[in-house]
């Protein structure tokens, strides 16, 4: 790591890390910042010495201003080589399980099944990182020119970060800060995020320059060129009287200077000092050196010159100086006004220039290699520009030569500031012809459409069919990688080409359903647009208007949704057909919270179940009314043995929860169903299956979180509050993860409330609702546990009695409506009975509490009749009665397995028979016992507290 000008900062820092990495297996995340030029590139790749003089494995890739439209083009070059260079058992047991998730990504497996969502992907990706470090680590991956690596890529870079100080993981990144899209926010903020303070690189000092410049011209050959580089490095960087602490801090590097490595992730090295010295001696090698004692002070001057013109940026500073060295300009009265041209000549539009005076060749071959991108095969850069073997291996040399290009059979230019100023020189209409040969070359040469894709996306709409084929292709592809964005980039630039009219329907679908995860509401326009095309496939228009009711349910449009599928029912002419599309309607109006007309639908259901049941109808779309009707009949608060009949015919075949056609909900709603049933470990079953398929799938965005959540709201209901707590903060943490305000945060912060206020951590659940603005307006969908009961229950624990009866009156009123009866599914009564009561309005309690009972005798699980009887007690007309319920409410909620309630009754029956004069110390201790048992903390310190009086 010697030889870099002012970067002994940088350089020590890396070192350091490594050293931690190899002796101490403790991982960390550098970041290393800087203007183009200064010298990144450099330090990325003493790093990566560093650790190959300590053997560990290094993974490299950057980031590519022409590439980073193109997902995970930075993970699959870090990861790519090395898991093609492996055998089919090997790379099998590098990437375990994940493979169908990331496989595609990585490009090393096609993806099969389901497409996985992007967090599944990036969680593979973490996964296989890990493995690999502790399989075949310590582990170095180094990203340069981050800031043009690809928006998946970044995103998860910007996540792994946090997870690196506890593997044996090195992770360097540099990138450009000013350059960083508006959308990196997440990568942004990774440093400050894990408390890591960026290597800035700055400029070089003008004694650095003057070092620089001094070895370059004093050396008669180039390997004592790079002893005296290297000596006045030392000396620069340790003597005070040589370089000044500013000049220690900043630092030097001739980033791009020379050869970069073929493979993607290779560095622009050219970092130590004896680079810089082979460079500079290049055509001018057999000239006599500057003598440097003739004239000390106007080689200084000259130096001078050199920092003025360049800004101390060490590449332009590398670059200038080795054109003046071949151009024969030496260090005297007349050099100024040279080195000035020399200088206008090695940037912008002087670059460009000088780039046209090579000739046509040079010039073509230059724009192909600048439009095609990081490593380019020179045959591939051949065909684009038009030009034979000869041709190209000429224009390569000139190129070589005048510092453009490097490499041979891989070339790439010296800089990335070259290869921006040379793409931006290309006229309008050549580039765009030059991205439609830059494609056809890559598809010919067998690389996937994928890579052709960013090409296609450059081109002008053309009404070419295989342009589109090419589209959708390619987005079919980025799909399956868990690129749902890239897709629709991709599908959108398919449909403007456009398609053919036979087809243009079917593009439409598949970019509206590029976008259903991520933006629903864009995915309704396109599909309604698709439904107005002239030519339209029965079978097309269906999967069309089930897709466009599902993009209407996630933007919470339930009740439009519905009336999309109750069309597509009367217009269906085949059974088969009618039946889904009825599936698709239930369901849309079972989740609607204000839907008009529920008594009529859940009629219709009912029969309809009937009939398929009697039929024995087990079709997949009949089990999955058989399903519906289980679920409406809970709601309802219909005999809990006919809701669980119609689960139990729903299974009678499987119901897969990552289906990509027929959805999770159904599923979903029959293991609920026996959760209220009274069945809770049939549900905790189905809940195990269900995870495990998700994860599977590799949809680990909100369809886990809903599915964590949901479970922690099973153990909740079963009495299970640490374990609640733990999945539904789980569950709640992978909702942030897809980002804050989807569907899904409703479920997960009232579940989470819920069982925090059932553990006396109120405090915490109010802040919880706050941070989460917990509150009116509610969701349109139904959701379980329903918010606004929750937020009522919640006040109520806070002693906020008025505000508690307005939210709970206003969820009866609208579950009512509903004829959601069931207090089993949602018990706003019983926490507003206790509000009325509160607030003195007895008689309203007594009414409540009448009818609660009533429907939970109608509904008739134990555990329902037992919470109703617990929460009626309070209101008893007299303490024999309180006690007579509470007695059979504990007896009740014991068979039915429900210790949490159990624990409340008994702590209840306790604080009666006190009040009465009675014994009441075996049932505080009892309820004591209850409460350990079901972690509900706040209540067995309460039962303790009256044990200890």
């Known amino acids: 790591m010697q030889g870099l000008l002012e970067r002994e900062h940088e350089l020590d820092a890396v070192r350091a890390a490594v050293t931690t990495l190899r002796e101490e297996r403790a991982g960390a995340l550098v970041v290393v910042t800087g203007a183009a030029g200064l010298g990144k590139t450099s ?53 375990g399980g994940w493979n169908a998730i990331v496989g ?40 340069d020119d981050a800031h043009w690596a690809d928006a998946e890529s970044l995103a998860w870079l910007a996540g792994f970060a946090g997870r690196v100080a506890d593997l044996p993981v090195l ?52 390997e004592s060129a790079a002893a005296r580089a290297a000596d006045l490095a030392a000396g620069l960087a340790a003597d005070p009287a040589t370089g ?111 780039l046209r005076r090579l000739g046509s060749g040079p010039v073509r071959l230059a724009r192909a290699v600048a439009v095609l991108g990081i490593a380019t095969p020179v045959e591939q850069a051949a065909q684009v520009a038009g030009l034979g073997p000869a041709e190209a291996d000429a224009a390569a040399e000139r190129l070589r030569h005048e510092r453009v290009l490097t490499g041979r059979q891989i070339l790439e ?20 012809d030059l991205h439609a040969r830059s494609a056809h070359a890559v598809l010919e040469s067998g690389r996937s459409p994928m890579v052709a894709a960013r090409h296609w996306l450059e081109v002008p709409p053309g009404g070419n069919p295989r342009v589109v084929d090419q589209l959708r292709v390619a987005a079919q592809l980025f799909m399956q990688s868990g690129a749902p964005e890239t897709a629709q980039r991709c599908l959108a630039r398919a449909v403007d080409e456009p398609p053919p009219v036979a087809e243009r329907a079917q593009v439409l679908f598949e970019l509206g359903c590029s976008t259903l995860l991520y933006d629903p509401a864009a995915t309704a326009e396109q599909l309604r647009t698709a439904l107005r095309q002239p030519v339209i496939p029965a079978s097309l228009r269906e999967e069309i208007s089930v897709r466009l009711a599902q993009s209407l349910a996630h933007s919470n449009n339930l009740a439009e949704a519905a009336e999309t599928m109750a069309e597509e029912v009367l217009r269906a002419d085949d059974e088969g057909v009618r039946l889904k599309m009825q599936v698709w309607q239930f369901m849309w109006g079972a989740f609607d919270a204000f839907e008009q007309g529920s008594e009529e639908r859940s009629k219709r259901l009912a029969d309809l179940a009937e009939r398929l ?15 519906l009707r289980a679920w409406d009949a809970t709601v309802r608060g219909e005999p809990v043995d006919l809701a ?44 195990a299956q269900g995870i495990e398929e998700y994860e599977r799938a590799g949809w680990r965005g909100a369809h886990l979180s809903f599915g964590h959540t949901i479970l922690g709201y099973v153990h909740y209901r079963t009495g ?37 206020a059932a553990r006396g951590a109120t405090e915490e659940a109010r802040s919880l609702a706050d941070r989460y603005r917990f509150r009116a307006p509610y969701s349109n969908a139904v959701v379980f546990p329903d918010a606004q009961t929750v937020r009522g229950v919640l006040l109520l624990e806070l002693g906020e009695f008025v505000d508690a009866e307005a939210e709970l009156t206003q969820a009866g009123t609208r579950l009512d409506a509903r004829g959601m009866r069931n207090p089993g599914w949602c018990g706003w009564q019983r926490s507003l009975l206790a509000a009325c009561a509160g607030l003195g309005d007895l008689d309203r309690a007594r009414e409540l509490a009448v009818d609660q009972l009533e429907r939970a005798e109608r509904y008739g699980t134990l555990s329902a009749i037992g919470t109703a009887l617990r929460a009626a007690a309070d209101v008893a007309p007299d303490p024999q009665a309180r006690l007579d319920r509470l007695r059979l409410a504990v007896q009740l909620l014991e068979r039915a397995h429900a210790p949490y309630e159990r624990a409340r009754a008994l702590h209840q029956l306790a604080l009666s028979l006190a009040g009465t004069g009675g014994d009441a110390t075996p049932a505080f201790r009892a309820a004591a016992e209850a409460a350990d048992s079901c972690s509900a903390d706040a209540l067995a310190r309460t039962a303790r507290s009256h044990l200890d009086a």
């Open 43 to 95: 330090v990325l790749a003493a790093a990566r010495d560093a650790a190959a003089d300590e053997e560990l494995l290094v993974l490299s890739s950057r980031g590519g201003e022409q590439e980073q439209g193109s997902a995970f083009t930075v993970a699959r070059g870090l990861l790519g080589p090395l898991l093609e260079s492996v055998g089919e058992e090997e790379r099998q047991a590098l990437l």
């Open 104 to 143: 595609s990504a990585l490009g090393v497996a096609p993806s099969a099944g389901a497409a996985p969502d992007p967090q599944g992907v990036r969680d593979g990706l973490d996964w296989v990182v890990t493995n690999l470090a502790f399989a075949r680590g310590p582990l170095v991956l180094v990203v």
């Open 171 to 222: 992770l360097v990144v540099a990138y450009r800060p000013d350059e960083l899209p508006d959308w990196a926010d997440a990568f942004r903020g990774m440093a400050g995020d894990n408390g890591v303070t960026p290597l800035g690189l700055s400029a070089l000092t003008p004694e650095a320059v003057d070092a620089l410049v001094r070895a370059l011209y004093h050396a008669p050959d180039a």
């Open 244 to 354: 000044s602490e500013a000049a220690r801090a900043s630092g030097l590097t001739a980033e791009g200077a020379a050869a970069a490595a073929p493979a993607p992730g290779a560095d622009r090295r050219a970092g130590s000092s004896a680079d810089h010295a082979r460079d500079a001696e290049g055509a001018a090698g057999e000239e006599e050196a500057w003598d440097f004692a003739q004239d000390a002070d106007a080689m200084g001057a000259f130096a001078r010159e050199v920092w003025a013109l360049t800004g101390g940026n060490p590449f332009e500073t590398v670059q200038l100086v080795a054109l003046a060295r071949e151009r024969g300009i030496m260090p005297g009265e007349d050099s100024w006004i040279r080195l000035r041209e020399l200088a206008a000549e090695n940037t912008g539009s002087g670059l460009i220039a000088r």
């Open 413 to 432: 230019f010296v800089h990335p500031l070259i290869a921006t100023s040379v793409y931006r020189s290309i006229p309008e209409q050549e580039r765009t």
């Open 613 to 627: 049941d009697v039929e024995g109808d087990r079709s997949i779309a009949a089990r999955y009314v058989l399903g």
């Open 644 to 687: 669980l009949h119609y689960s139990d015919r729903a299974l009678e075949g499987e119901l897969r929860w990552a289906h990509p056609e027929w959805g999770f909900e159904v599923p979903v709603l029959v293991a609920l169903t026996y959760m209220y049933g009274d069945r809770p470990e049939r549900a905790l079953e189905l809940f």
């Open 720 to 756: 299970d509050l640490a374990e609640a707590e733990k999945e539904a903060r789980y569950g709640l943490e992978l909702a942030n993860r897809v980002g804050e305000g989807t569907p899904v945060h409703w479920y997960a912060v009232g579940t989470l409330i819920a069982v925090l």
